[in-house]
């Protein structure tokens, strides 16, 4: 799949971009999401559990590593955040396996700092913020 990019106004056109993503996107589970500090990246993975039928609220796990969210069908979505990990070894704690490759649908917050733990295959998106604050949404299927 080749890279494909969306531009969105604001945080606010987010969860237009999410539904447009997971329909274009059908079957994939990972997504590897990135960008700076406050970019989007909880809103838009907000965005896509609402989508995907999460009625509970969508927080980011930064100190907890991972929240679990049940969409409409009762199946579990992952969300993680692994801007505070100082080791490695805490994704292992956590049982990351279990998780990736479940076949739920896994949102990862800052995955570059477990590249070499991610599947062979995922969506690798990248969030940019311009100088008009608009969100620009770049995302293909990593394999």
Known sequence: ME????????????????????????GERIFAIRGKMGAGKTT????????????????SPTFA??????????????????????????????????????GN??????PELIIDLLPERFVNLMIEVNDNDERIIRYHIQT
């Open 65 to 102: 590593l991972i929240n679990e969210y049940t969409d409409d069908h009762l199946e579990s979505i992952f969300h993680f955040d692994f801007y505070r990990i100082k080791k490695i070894e805490e994704v292992y704690d956590i049982g990351y396996e279990e998780y990736l490759y479940s």
């Open 105 to 110: 649908y896994c949102f990862m917050e800052w």
């Open 44 to 59: 838009l993975i907000k965005a896509f559990c609402n989508v995907l039928g999460v009625s509970s609220i969508v927080s």
């Open 3 to 26: 890279e494909k990019v969306l531009t969105v106004a604001g945080l606010s056109d987010l969860p237009e971009a999410a539904k447009t993503i997971l329909e274009d996107l059908k």
